[in-house]
């Protein structure tokens, strides 16, 4: 059902300039979703991608229904939205079946809500488990059947339904590879056929390859807060080629997209930066030593969607670490290539104390949160902090889990480049003495 962009299908949902912020700790705005603007049509097949922070899920619950705008509109059929979207059925990552019921009870859960009479919603019940291949499965409950025919069900209990619009919240990470190929190809088999009971898809995912074989346009989300940055056509026939030259410069020019900088937006320098302008990526120091390795080994340059499809790495996997890397200017990125920094390389060769050392000095000088760590502690009466100091800090600009990803994720580097040490049974960051004096004799 490959949709001409220039005739779709009517329009099912309408997103008009939607904003979206939570409350943090000390009454702070945190914003997740800024002026998004998207219709999707009958016919079409839509993606939703971007990094973690983009407000992917966010933004499909927002079509749901199940999240109100702060500000702006979501329309069904031209209707304001003022509680759950009527038109709309959602496929989870976490398949959120109901173990103590049966397959065929799970799927008979939404019709049931409804009103359905028993007959009724037994005979749709089982054409739903007959579409999405489980018939024999229909007393079996849960814990007897594998991920992907756990995933199989949560398909069936949104298809039973026979919805305008199917929402899909990353379906099939969670699913081993093999078995998510295998789901996604019979999905895009109901699709072009005649039985599928539902008029377009809206699916959130962080696998590029995943959106291109799927979708008809892809929305490319930036992060913190989440903002449309690109929407791009997704012209190519089905079944699709993932070799084909078209399909691979598409999935290049999404990678380019998604780890370059974002247009018209300012990123402060690393060394005028504030913890929260600059975020610290989600991204070990050893995920990053591996990531350099490979780039090193290789001459000093790689092509970013082949490294990651051979180390099978998602782009949530991924990303992190080249963000990490390039925020520590270890690595650089152009277009869809890693390229070796002269840091990055120093880095990889040195012996084990002096990439300490270096990776000491790249953190404290470009990884803004190490450095108020350093600074804090630095000023501190005995170059010890409590880490509830911190954390009340980042919760001012952060949600209370993304606060501590942060602290640890400072922790972690600062640890390594021996900065300070932490221990957790007292909850006492305090600075490394050679680490401090720097610091200190920096402020002087």
């Not at 009527?86 to 397959?103: D, I, K, S």
């Not at 600062?414 to 900065?419: C, K, N, Q, S, T």
Request: hydrophobic share 45%.
């Amino acid at each position: 059902m490959t949709v001409d962009q220039g005739s779709r299908g009517e329009l099912l949902v309408d997103v008009d300039a939607v904003h979206k912020s939570f409350t943090g700790a000390g009454g702070a705005e945190l914003k997740v979703l800024e002026d998004i603007r998207l219709s999707i049509h009958a016919g079409e097949i839509v993606a939703l991608l971007g990094k973690s922070g983009s407000g992917k899920s966010t933004l499909l619950r927002t079509i749901a229904g199940l999240i109100s705008p702060t500000r702006g509109t979501v329309r069904y059929r031209g209707r304001e939205l003022t509680g759950a979207n009527p038109g709309v059925a959602m496929v989870f990552q976490t398949f959120a079946l109901m173990p103590w019921l049966t397959v065929q009870a799970n799927v008979e859960l939404g019709l049931a809500a409804r009103g359905v009479p028993q007959a009724e919603r037994r005979d749709a019940a089982l054409a739903a488990i007959d579409l999405i291949g489980l018939d024999g499965f229909e007393s079996a409950y849960p814990k007897e059947l594998s991920g992907g025919m756990r995933q199989r069900v949560g398909f069936a209990r949104a298809l039973v339904l026979e919805p305008d619009l199917l929402l899909m919240d990353e379906p099939f990470s969670a699913l081993d590879v093999l078995t998510a190929e295998n789901l996604r190809t019979e999905l895009m088999s109901l699709w072009t056929g005649q039985q599928f009971p539902t008029k377009g898809i809206c699916i959130v995912t962080h696998n590029i390859e995943e959106a291109v074989l799927l979708a008809d346009r892809v929305i490319v989300l930036g992060s913190n807060p989440g903002r449309i940055l690109a929407e791009l056509p997704v012209p190519f026939t089905r079944p699709r080629d993932r070799r084909a030259p078209a399909f691979v410069a598409l999935v290049d020019q999404l990678y380019d997209l998604l780890t370059g900088r974002e247009p018209d937006v300012y990123e402060a320098a690393p060394a005028d930066a504030t913890p929260t302008a600059r975020p610290l990526p989600q991204a070990s120091v050893g995920g990053m030593a591996g990531l350099v390795e490979i780039v090193y080994a290789r001459g000093g340059r790689v092509d970013l969607p082949e490294i990651a499809a051979e180390l099978s790495f998602e782009i949530d996997d991924l990303l992190p670490l080249v963000d990490g890397a390039t925020m520590l200017d270890l690595l650089s990125v152009l277009g869809a290539d890693l390229v070796l920094t002269d840091t990055g390389r120093a880095w990889t060769t040195a012996n084990i104390q002096d990439s300490k050392k270096i990776f000491a000095g790249q953190a404290r000088s470009r990884a803004p949160l190490v450095r108020t760590v350093c600074r804090a502690l630095a000023t501190s009466a005995d170059g010890s902090l409590r880490e509830a100091f911190f954390l009340d800090l980042l919760r001012r600009g952060f949600s209370t889990e993304d606060a501590r990803q942060q602290l640890d994720t400072a922790i972690d580097w600062g640890r390594y480049g021996e900065l300070y040490d932490f221990d957790a049974s007292t909850g006492e960051i305090t600075a490394d003495p050679a680490a401090a004096l720097v610091d200190a004799e920096a402020a002087s």
